[in-house]
């Protein structure tokens, strides 16, 4: 698979995205698959650490999000590249993919996989999250009992328990909603939160259809706060032009540096020529 194919099939995934270009390093790296560079738009893959143009696709469409992030949020980018908002982008696009027929998932393709899945969700994932519902049942107890002596909950839960109070009220909620345990104990404590009914059964619906819980943070319960706006021209131009003048002050910063640490070498070396003069000269 050449660049022009990977960047065909990246396409296929969403055609209209600011242009960018596909790079194959013909390099091994043992740190990292793939990078994605937001000032060129470049997309480089070391595809010399691939066996399969399946694992080497996968990684080229973990680079597409960071560029359809980068050039498609009109906030700024935050430090952390991956966030909520591309992880929600990465998975989607990884979904898609697999509906096209661009990637293939083999957790779903290969029996081994399918089988200890499927062991995996019902001996361990199912029965450790109802166990963790009853544990939310077996708090409220002990909460009513402290009501019932005066005593601190909170108190409770710190010095007796050990447990961090967000995590005790999460479980709390888990049982008192009743969230199913199919969608495992993470994914139970953020729908547990939700204090709005309808809402909180969007999201619980989401996870039931395979959703991932950054697609369920972005799509679902918080669509506005991690929603992909395309930026009008002037505000990309202005960004732009603050970026290339901070990039150019830190230069002259630099050359600045460097020409006094010369002009100290050229002292330096001024001074020694005319002590080994001196020297001679004796």
């Given at each position: 698979?050449?660049?022009?194919?990977?960047?065909?099939?990246?396409?296929?995934?969403?055609?209209?995205?600011?242009?960018?270009?596909?790079?194959?390093?013909?390099?091994?790296?043992?740190?990292?698959?793939?990078?994605?560079?937001?000032?060129?738009?470049?997309?480089?893959?070391?595809?010399?650490?691939?066996?399969?143009?399946?694992?080497?696709?996968?990684?080229?469409?973990?680079?597409?999000?960071?560029?359809?992030?980068?050039?498609?949020?009109?906030?700024?980018?935050?430090?952390?590249?991956?966030?909520?908002?591309?992880?929600?982008?990465?998975?989607?696009?990884?979904?898609?993919?697999?509906?096209?027929?661009?990637?293939n998932s083999l957790f779903k393709t290969d029996s081994r996989f399918v089988?200890?899945?499927?062991?995996?969700?019902?001996?361990?994932?199912?029965?450790?999250?109802?166990?963790?519902?009853?544990?939310?049942?077996?708090?409220?107890?002990?909460?009513?009992?402290?009501?019932?002596?005066?005593?601190?909950?909170?108190?409770?839960?710190?010095?007796?328990?050990?447990?961090?109070?967000?995590?005790?009220?999460?479980?709390?909620?888990?049982?008192?909603?009743?969230?199913?345990?199919?969608?495992?104990?993470?994914?139970?404590?953020?729908?547990?939160?939700?204090?709005?009914?309808?809402?909180?059964?969007?999201?619980?619906?989401?996870?039931?259809?395979?959703?991932?819980?950054?697609?369920?943070?972005?799509?679902?319960?918080?669509?506005?706060?991690?929603?992909?706006?395309?930026?009008?021209?002037?505000?990309?131009?202005?960004?732009?032009?603050?970026?290339?003048?901070?990039?150019?002050?830190?230069?002259?910063?630099?050359?600045?540096?460097?020409?006094?640490?010369?002009?100290?070498?050229?002292?330096?070396?001024?001074?020694?020529?005319?002590?080994?003069?001196?020297?001679?000269?004796?």
């Open positions: 698979m050449n660049q022009q194919e990977i960047k065909n099939k990246l396409l296929q995934l969403k055609s209209d995205v600011a242009d960018f270009t596909v790079i194959l390093s013909g390099k091994k790296s043992g740190k990292v698959d793939g990078l994605y560079k937001p000032d060129s738009c470049e997309i480089i893959i070391h595809n010399k650490n691939f066996e399969s143009e399946n694992r080497l696709i996968y990684t080229a469409i973990h680079e597409f999000a960071h560029h359809v992030q980068f050039t498609e949020s009109s906030g700024t980018i935050s430090s952390k590249s991956h966030t909520t908002l591309f992880w929600n982008l990465f998975h989607s696009l990884l979904f898609d993919a697999e509906k096209k027929g661009i990637y089988e200890l899945t499927k062991k995996i969700r019902n001996d361990y994932l199912g029965q450790n999250a109802e166990l963790m519902k009853n544990f939310g049942n077996m708090l409220l107890e002990a909460m009513s009992l402290c009501m019932e002596t005066q005593a601190s909950f909170e108190d409770y839960l710190d010095r007796e328990l050990g447990i961090k109070r967000q995590e005790a009220k999460a479980l709390i909620k888990a049982f008192q909603h009743n969230v199913t345990s199919e969608i495992g104990i993470d994914n139970m404590k953020l729908v547990a939160r939700i204090d709005d009914d309808d809402l909180r059964r969007r999201a619980l619906a989401g996870f039931q259809k395979g959703m991932t819980e950054p697609m369920v943070k972005a799509e679902v319960i918080n669509p506005d706060k991690y929603k992909l706006q395309k930026q009008d021209e002037l505000e990309v131009l202005m960004k732009e032009r603050t970026r290339l003048e901070k990039s150019i002050a830190h230069l002259i910063e630099r050359l600045e540096n460097i020409d006094q640490r010369l002009s100290e070498c050229g002292a330096d070396l001024s001074n020694k020529l005319a002590s080994d003069q001196d020297e001679g000269d004796v």
